[in-house]
């Protein structure tokens, strides 16, 4: 990150009182590197962006605590390469559930019915997943959509691991039920389903 900016110390402590200029100043001295580490990492401008939003959207609503940060040129690099990071890892779990999707497709009869089958099914997997509880939602997009480990999970929504872990089955049983109930070449729906999760 680049040198700390003229009287950090003391815009970093109006923004922990909710000074949204000061705000606006801190993000107008940093985002430029925050956007160039995404972008070395990520290769995508799009995605880039996405983290410069994130990070400064985390350190707005965490705003309190940088109070308690002494160097905060080393707190924004920690919280770009945690976001960064994280986005490496999305697009890894989501590279993985489309290479699944495709063996999957390819291992099925390859005509166009198979094919419209196949994207219902999805639909239907989106649908049930839709349908859950708010903290069973977020548990099972948290692990199986972006990747996170439990005990991250379970930080981030600041509830115990064994919570999270009850959210999941709890899901996991609610997808399922509603899978068996809404597709009728069930057989099909199962083989895929597994492999997504």
């Known amino acids: 990150m680049r040198a700390a900016m003229a009287d950090e110390e003391l815009i970093l402590s109006d923004i922990t009182t909710g000074n949204r200029a000061a705000f606006t100043t801190l993000y107008q001295f940093y985002h430029r590197s925050v956007y160039g580490y ?3 990492f990520l290769k995508d401008e799009t995605l ?3 983290i410069v939003q994130d990070v400064f959207m985390k ?15 080393a ?4 919280c770009t390469r945690n976001e960064t990071l994280n986005a490496l890892k999305k697009e890894a779990v989501q ?3 489309y290479q699944a999707m495709q063996a999957t497709q390819s291992e099925l009869d390859p005509g166009t019915e198979n094919v419209i089958q196949l994207n219902e099914t999805r639909k239907i997997l989106d649908l049930a997943i839709d349908r859950l509880p708010p903290q069973q939602k977020k548990v099972y997009s948290l692990l199986n959509i972006e990747g996170l480990k439990l005990d991250d999970v379970a930080e981030q929504l600041h509830i115990t691991p064994s919570t999270a872990k009850t959210h999941l089955k709890s899901a996991l049983k609610s997808i399922r039920s509603f899978l068996v109930v ?4 069930l057989g099909s729906l199962l083989v ?4 997504i999760i």
Do not use: C, D, M, P
Request: proline share 0%.
């Open 59 to 73: 350190i707005w609503i965490r705003r309190r605590i940088l109070k308690n940060v002494s160097n905060f040129g």
């Open 38 to 40: 995404a972008l070395s």
């Open 48 to 50: 880039a962006q996405e």
């Open 95 to 97: 590279q993985k559930h």
């Open 192 to 195: 895929i389903f597994h492999k």
């Open 182 to 185: 809404h597709n009728r070449t």
């Open 75 to 78: 707190y924004l690099s920690v």
